[in-house]
């Protein structure tokens, strides 16, 4: 689907680049080697995670799956939603073309079920795995960084992080 279809690409196209609220989903996929898949996004050339808004007619877990598979052609198992973010400090953000968004987003981490992941070529340029401590914050989106420490906290209490 392209952007102007999406139900926030609809939204643009009536309010221009005024900050919205939006609702989605961003994902920490693992793999069999405890290491994190991080894309490279093409608007902005930083590295993030996979996610983004919900479209009118699906849950929150259809986002995390749609989302993978999206951007990542990563097919998911095992997934677990740990945390949701909504801290308007953290959650703001700016694209390059100047729209605004303030996120409201369920956290979830998934194992990789395939081997043919590979980046959609639209959103995503390119695909990596890594642990946590190769990540280079300065280059990472800023709205998804604090999802590692969310994931950390859930594991380290069993309580969903509610940020």
């Known amino acids: 689907m ?31 080697m405890g290491r994190f898949l991080i894309i490279k996004r093409t608007d902005s050339g930083h590295w993030g995670l996979p996610g983004g808004s919900m479209e009118l007619g699906e849950s929150l877990m259809d986002v995390v799956f749609r989302e993978a598979m ?15 973010s909504s801290d308007p400090n953290i959650e703001q953000h700016t694209y390059p073309n100047g729209d605004q968004l303030q996120n409201i987003s369920l956290l979830a981490h998934g ?25 280079d914050r300065d280059s990472f989106v800023a709205t998804e ?10 594991k380290d209490t069993g309580t969903f992080q509610i940020v």
């Open 2 to 32: 392209q952007f102007s279809e999406s139900y926030l690409g609809q939204l643009r196209a009536l309010v221009g680049n005024r900050r919205l609220l939006a609702v989605g989903a961003r994902v920490l996929i693992e793999d069999d």
């Open 70 to 84: 999206e951007e990542a052609n990563a097919s998911l198992e095992r997934v677990t939603p740990f945390g949701l």
């Open 111 to 135: 194992y990789l079920a395939n081997s043919d992941y590979a980046p959609d070529g639209a959103e995503v340029s390119k695909i990596r795995f890594v642990r946590y401590e190769e990540i």
């Open 145 to 154: 960084y604090p999802t590692f420490s969310h994931w950390q906290s859930f």
